[in-house]
C-alpha cells in the first residue's frame, strides 16, 4: 500500500527534477560560452570544422562544467527559491573561476593554445589541455563544497 502523500510527493520531485536540469543546461550552456569566448580562436567553428584538437578541449571543457554544475546542484540544499539560487550563483562563480584557472595554467604552461586548436592532426598537447580542464573542474567542484 503506498503512502497517502506518494503520488504528490512523486509530482513535486519530478517538477524539481525539470528545474534543475533547465537551470543546469543553462549553466552548461554559459560555461561553453565562456570557455569559447576566452579560447584563442573560434573554438566552436574549430569544433564544427572537425578539428580533433578543438574537440578533445571542448569536450574536456564540458566535462569540468559539468563537475561544476553537479557540485552546485548537489549543495544547493534548503528550500525551492534557496536550492535554485544557490545553484545558479555557485554554479556562475565555478564557471568563473574555471575559466580564468585553465586560461592562467595555459599561460604558465607556455602551450600555443590557437596552433594547437588549428592543427588538422590530434597532438599532445591538447590532452594536456583537456587534462587542465578536468583537473581544474574538479578542483573548482570542490571548492564549492
Request: net charge negative; charged share 10%.
Amino acid at each position: 500500500m503506498l503512502a497517502p502523500d506518494f503520488w504528490p510527493t512523486v509530482g513535486v520531485n519530478i517538477g524539481l527534477i525539470a528545474v534543475y536540469a533547465v537551470i543546469g543546461a543553462v549553466l552548461m550552456y554559459v560555461g561553453y560560452f565562456a570557455i569559447d569566448l576566452t579560447t584563442p580562436g573560434d573554438l566552436r567553428g574549430l569544433v564544427r570544422e572537425g578539428r580533433p584538437n578543438a574537440v578533445v578541449v571542448a569536450a574536456a571543457g564540458l566535462v569540468s562544467m559539468a563537475f561544476i554544475v553537479i557540485t552546485a546542484i548537489y549543495i544547493s540544499g534548503g528550500g525551492f527559491l534557496a536550492g535554485i539560487l544557490n545553484t545558479s550563483i555557485y554554479g556562475l562563480v565555478g564557471i568563473i573561476a574555471q575559466v580564468l584557472a585553465v586560461r592562467g595554467l595555459e599561460a604558465v604552461s607556455r602551450l600555443d593554445v590557437d596552433a594547437c586548436l588549428h592543427d588538422d592532426r590530434l597532438t599532445a598537447d591538447s590532452f594536456v589541455i583537456a587534462a587542465m580542464h578536468v583537473a581544474l573542474g574538479l578542483v573548482v567542484a570542490v571548492a564549492i563544497i
